[in-house]
T-cell receptor, first 110, second 112 residues
Framework: DAGITQSPRHKVTETGTPVTLRCHQT?????MYWYRQDPGHGLRLIHY???????DKGEVSDGYSVSRSKTEDFLLTLESATSSQTSVYFC?????????FGPGTRLTVL | DAKTTQPNSMESNEEEPVHLPCNHS???????IHWYRQLPSQGPEYVIH???SNVNNRMASLAIAEDRKSSTLILHRATLRDAAVYYC?????????????FGKGTHLIIQP
């Protein structure tokens, strides 16, 4: 299995609070991604990174920001969480073709 | 973006072959066909990909129509562990920075 971890694995928070999710890889892959998955939807891309400090927006980026200061870490921040951001968040890494996904973080915003 | 169409669900018996269809009639010449699957409570995992020729790996085979407007993922001998949602995804070029565009996929049910 690709060395990719996500933390926390579960989080419950309140509307309006900031939340940061962490994705950590030990594979030294260049590309990293954040997706969210909601019932009735496939995974949707939030943001991605193509190198340290190089990031770009995906399909559903509103309300999210990201940072990548090191190759191995990709952080997803919800500046002010809303109930619509309750979801399962998956991080993925890639070097060429295959994307390898982490175990996911289940976030509940009350 | 070119889109794919898959059946919502399929059912098969354990130890039998499974053929999962995918239609992509608007595929462009530079689109690769990728398949991922997602087991319950897990992240997706890569299964296979191809451009024009049929492809085989340890997990599955990918049969691509000559006009590339459809493809079929073949699991040669399904096990209970193959019960998952299977996603057919078109991706410009073989890899790179761009993310994957997931549809709703096919929910594969395996009966013992």
């Amino acid at each position: 299995d690709a060395g990719i971890t996500q933390s926390p694995r579960h989080k419950v928070t309140e509307t309006g609070t900031p939340v940061t999710l962490r994705c950590h890889q030990t594979e030294n892959h260049r590309y990293m991604y954040w997706y969210r998955q909601d019932p009735g939807h496939g995974l949707r891309l939030i943001h991605y990174s193509y190198g340290v400090k190089d990031t770009d927006k995906g399909e559903v980026s509103d309300g999210y920001s990201v940072s990548r200061s090191k190759t191995e870490d990709f952080l997803l921040t919800l500046e002010s969480a809303t109930s619509s951001q309750t979801s399962v968040y998956f991080c993925a890494i890639s070097e060429r073709t295959e994307q390898f996904f982490g175990p996911g973080t289940r976030l509940t915003v009350l | 973006d070119a889109k794919t169409t898959q059946p919502n669900s399929m059912e098969s018996n354990e130890e039998e072959p499974v053929h999962l269809p995918c239609n992509h009639s608007t595929i462009s010449g530079t689109d690769y066909i990728h398949w991922y699957r997602q087991l319950p409570s897990q992240g997706p995992e890569y299964v296979i990909h191809g451009l024009t020729s049929n492809v085989n790996n340890r997990m599955a085979s990918l049969a691509i129509a000559e006009d590339r407007k459809s493809s079929t993922l073949i699991l040669h001998r399904a096990t209970l562990r193959d019960a998952a949602v299977y996603y057919c995804i078109l991706r410009y070029s073989g890899g790179g920075a761009d993310g994957l565009t997931f549809g709703k996929g096919t929910h594969l049910i395996i009966q013992p």
